[in-house]
T-cell receptor, first 112, second 110 residues
Framework: NAGVTQTPKFRILKIGQSMTLQCTQDMNHNYMYWYRQDPGMGLKLIYYSVGAGITDKGEVPNGYNVSRSTTEDFPLRLELAAPSQTSVYFC???????????FGQGTRLTVV | QKEVEQDPGPLSVPEGAIVSLNCTYSNSAFQYFMWYRQYSRKGPELLMYTYSSGNKEDGRFTAQVDKSSKYISLFIRDSQPSDSATYLCAMNTGFQKLVFGTGTRLLVSP
């Protein structure tokens, strides 16, 4: 029972580099989300998707991009990494808006 | 004012104590209320899910919703060291995305 799988688990980036955080779910969920979690700040929504081909901005989208070409995959792209993007990133999915969201184990990103 | 307010803690209790974790909210349209538990360096996992007002019990855990006061609680009976984690409340109207509290860190000492 894989659920939501995120890769990589850890990454160190230099300022200005780019990378893609991968997220895959095997529950056939329509809704997928990317959050970042900073100490004492809770979960902040970066982007979300309500189905393949449909994405929308959350609270803190600047510096990030997403795509949703399939139901299963929802990668998050960081262009021109900045120290402010040092955080733990969580991908999540849910069947509908008002049902349980399942989370991945997170990607711990440090930008130096 | 944040939509959902939650005391960050930490809340320290001895093993066996009854723990009360709380959130207040401002949006009266919220109908679905959840509690997530997050262990250190792990993703959040759903602990309790309630719809509208009332109580829901699951083992040592009881979730309580008071919509008139815009206040939700999670009670943990006979707390164990393994309950040490951060507890996040979350809620939504059913037509929008989940809104999370910032989380309360709970420490249960043996």
């Amino acid at each position: 029972n894989a659920g939501v799988t995120q890769t990589p688990k850890f990454r160190i980036l230099k300022i200005g580099q780019s990378m893609t955080l991968q997220c895959t779910q095997d529950m056939n969920h329509n809704y997928m989300y990317w959050y970042r979690q900073d100490p004492g700040m809770g979960l902040k929504l970066i982007y979300y998707s309500v189905g393949a081909g449909i994405t929308d901005k959350g609270e803190v989208p600047n510096g990030y991009n997403v795509s949703r070409s399939t139901t299963e995959d929802f990668p998050l792209r960081l262009e021109l990494a900045a120290p402010s993007q040092t955080s733990v990133y969580f991908c999540a999915s849910s069947g509908t808006l008002n049902t349980e969201a399942f989370f991945g184990q997170g990607t711990r990103l440090t930008v130096v | 004012q944040k939509e959902v307010e939650q005391d960050p803690g930490p809340l320290s209790v001895p093993e066996g104590a009854i723990v009360s974790l709380n959130c207040t909210y401002s949006n009266s349209a919220f109908q679905y209320f959840m509690w997530y538990r997050q262990y250190s360096r792990k993703g959040p996992e759903l602990l309790m899910y309630t719809y509208s007002s009332g109580n829901k019990e699951d083992g040592r855990f009881t979730a309580q919703v008071d919509k008139s006061s815009k206040y939700i609680s999670l009670f943990i009976r006979d707390s164990q060291p393994s309950d040490s984690a951060t507890y996040l409340c979350a809620m939504n109207t059913g037509f929008q995305k989940l809104v999370f509290g910032t989380g309360t860190r709970l420490l249960v000492s043996p």
